[in-house]
């Protein structure tokens, strides 16, 4: 199974910041990654698809990058409502995996 | 808008059964390319996808749990159903289905609201 790491775990930023995420493939996924946001009690929400998509709907402050094993999410100015946990999630193979998350938290 | 919502118990013993269905709006099962996924996500923990079923009838399983799961689907009632059997208390999660489009990669467009299952005796 192909292993998602997600770094940090949790990060604390101040509104008005640029926030950035990573997400590392323990082999490589071409750019078969999605993200998702999820807010405290609330189901996912998909953020970024094929690595660098933005999700209709989406705020363009949210950006993402990447392909083979390491791929970014980039929040340009973070804003209040962002705050959330964030997950990666592979689709080259199955099965489908998840990183384990990063929590934001407004400082 | 597609809309989803899972249905079931949310308390079982352990070594029970569970049935969980997705009630979703918005698509039907019978149409080329759609599918319905299953994830779950214990408390305070990360998510981990279980189940995909395809409108064509396709299958796939998460395969640390294949052995345990069903995923069927009644296409002329808009639901999918997810069957688990031999539960345990580290099944305790909030289960979820969520649509997908086949040939877009998989990736879950749209969720429930999620059914917290709680396992104990």
């Known amino acids: 199974d192909i292993q998602m790491t997600q770094s940090p775990s949790s990060l604390s930023a101040s509104v008005g910041d640029r926030v950035t995420i990573t997400c590392q493939a323990s082999?490589?996924?071409?750019?078969?990654l999605n993200w998702y946001q999820q807010k405290p009690g609330k189901a996912p929400k998909l953020l970024i698809y094929?690595?660098?998509n933005l999700e209709t709907g989406v705020p363009s402050r949210f950006s993402g990058s990447g392909s083979g094993t390491y791929f970014t999410l980039i929040i340009s100015s973070l804003q209040p409502e962002d705050i959330a946990t964030y997950y990666c999630q592979h689709y080259e193979s199955l099965p489908i995996t998840f990183g384990q998350g990063t929590r934001l938290e407004i400082k | 808008q597609i809309t989803l919502k899972e249905s079931g118990p949310t308390l079982v013993k352990p070594t029970q059964t569970l049935t969980l269905t997705c009630t979703f709006s918005g698509f039907s099962l019978s149409t080329n390319g759609m599918g319905v996924g299953w994830i779950r996500q214990p408390p305070g923990k990360a998510l981990e996808w279980l189940a995909l079923i395809y409108w064509d009838d396709d299958k796939r399983y998460s395969r640390s749990l294949k052995s345990r799961l069903t995923v069927t689907k009644e296409s002329s009632k808009n639901q999918a159903v997810l069957i688990m059997n031999n539960m345990d208390p580290v099944d305790t999660a909030t289960y979820y289905c969520?649509?997908?489009?086949?040939?877009?990669?998989?990736?879950?467009?749209?969720w429930g609201q999620g059914i917290l299952v709680t396992v104990s005796s």
């Open positions: 969520a649509h997908t489009l086949d040939g877009s990669g998989i990736r879950f467009d749209c």
């Open positions: 082999q490589g996924i071409d750019n078969y």
């Open positions: 094929a690595a660098s």
